[in-house]
């Protein structure tokens, strides 16, 4: 499988969370800022390529914005090795649960713009 196959097949199985955020985000109206979804972070170890996809990645600000679903749960080591790479490369990483954003889509937007901001 090719990063962008594997792209492609996150984008069309994305949860509701994701969903919701993304209509909020797209085509910059989140002030004015572009965001890409799935989007694969290409970093290197021993010469070799390696890839984690970012749920939502915002380049104007070195913003990774990570949605987690109850996988994530038994997931904690490998998402802290891999937020830690994220953060190597100079990205932040803020993480929202889907309950987060599917019955506090807002408040999540405002946390985000204060974060940006400040």
């Not at 990774?64 to 038994?74: L, Q, S």
């Amino acid at each position: 499988m090719t990063i962008k196959s594997i792209v492609r097949e996150l984008r069309k199985n994305q949860t509701k969370a994701e969903k919701m955020f993304w209509q909020a985000v797209r085509n910059r109206k989140l002030k004015g800022l572009k965001f890409y979804r799935q989007y694969p972070i290409i970093h290197h170890i021993d010469k070799c390529a390696h890839f984690y996809v970012a749920d939502f990645c915002c380049f104007e600000k070195k913003l990774v914005i990570e949605i987690d679903g109850p996988i994530h749960k038994d997931r904690k080591d490998y998402d802290q090795a891999r937020e830690y790479v994220i953060n190597e490369l100079g990205f932040t990483v803020l993480r929202f649960k889907n309950q987060e954003v599917e019955f506090g889509l807002n408040a999540v937007l405002e946390k985000i713009v204060f974060l940006m901001c400040h």
